[in-house]
């Protein structure tokens, strides 16, 4: 069954204001098993947008949703020009000091597991292995006729090859990779088939309105059962395929904690909301635990 789109959520007058407090967010990950949960929050020092912080990406951006990709063929040519022109900006993006502190997180066995929101790969890039990849990824392309995955990187060989000179300015970048064109920048902008049976290809993400496969969501599940604690970092838990696992983590009497700089939809169930950037607070999370976070250029 496939997910209605929930685009906006707002947050109820009685909710608990957040805090700058770390303590609790360092005495959990202290005592290990901490799984996290991450959204586009902790990709935004990397610049790449969120969707609902301030200035995010739906105040000017409706993302693409499966029923609109799958039903016309003018909505696939507008999504893979403008997604095309994305992958440049959004494939040089370097992993930041929130994606550095959970990776030292995971070295040092403070956290059990990782589920990101993000089709980013910057977890993975900032040295985190075994990222459960809840949306998908950027990287992969998948057909839907035959079922073929195949490299990103393949396909934009192919879509410049049919496009040369494709190369409009964008109004900006969303987290989904998707860059914000005109119609008319989109043009005739020349889509490509499967290589192998002619089909239909489609990133390997879960659009807007498409269901996270469910051995996906039973594989997360199990992550939040064996767990601590769950740690959600950077999301708003607007929509059911993260918030069902805070949910999860709170009926079956696991702390909940979040760092957000806005308030949640999970604000409610958690133990603790720290209103902090990401990076600066994983950091000190970081050197408070006694924990090194490696380099990187960005964040």
């Known amino acids: 069954m496939r997910m209605r789109p ?30 996290v949960l991450s959204g586009a929050g902790i990709s935004t020092e990397s610049g790449i947008p969120d969707y609902r ?8 951006h409706t993302p693409m949703t499966y029923q609109d990709f799958t039903g016309s063929v003018h909505a696939r040519r507008r999504y893979w020009a403008r997604s095309h022109l994305g992958w440049r900006t959004f494939g040089r993006a370097l992993p930041n000091a929130g994606h550095r502190a959970v990776a030292a997180y995971t070295r040092h066995a403070h956290v059990s597991g990782v589920i990101t929101q993000n089709v980013d790969g910057l977890h993975q890039a900032a040295g985190s292995e075994d990222v459960v990849e809840l949306h998908g990824s950027l990287d992969r392309v998948v057909c839907l006729s035959c079922g073929a ?16 000179g494709f190369d409009p300015v964008a109004a900006g970048i969303n987290p989904d990779g998707d860059a914000d064109l005109t119609d008319a920048q989109v043009g005739d902008f020349r889509i490509v088939p499967c290589a192998h049976c002619g089909g239909v290809l489609k990133p390997d993400v879960v659009f807007f309105g498409e269901a996270v496969p469910p051995q996906r969501v039973e594989h997360c599940r199990r992550l939040v ?12 838990l607007t929509v059911m395929s993260g918030l069902r696992f805070v949910r999860q983590a709170h009926q079956e009497g696991k702390p909940v904690l979040i760092v957000n700089q806005d308030p949640t939809r999970g604000d409610p169930l958690a133990l603790t909301r720290v209103a902090l950037p990401l990076g600066p607070a994983l950091t000190t999370v970081a050197h408070r635990l006694g924990i090194p976070v490696g380099g990187g250029s960005a964040g």
């Open 6 to 35: 929930t685009l906006s959520w707002t947050p109820a007058a009685d909710l608990p204001p957040g805090t700058t407090d770390l303590d609790p967010v360092v005495r959990a990950l202290s005592t290990g098993g901490v799984l």
């Open 53 to 60: 912080g301030k200035g995010g990406s739906l105040s000017r």
């Open 225 to 236: 059962r064996e767990a601590s604690s769950l740690l959600v970092l950077g999301s708003s």
């Open 149 to 164: 995955f195949s490299p990103r990187r393949e396909l934009a060989r192919r879509l410049e090859a049919e496009n040369p």
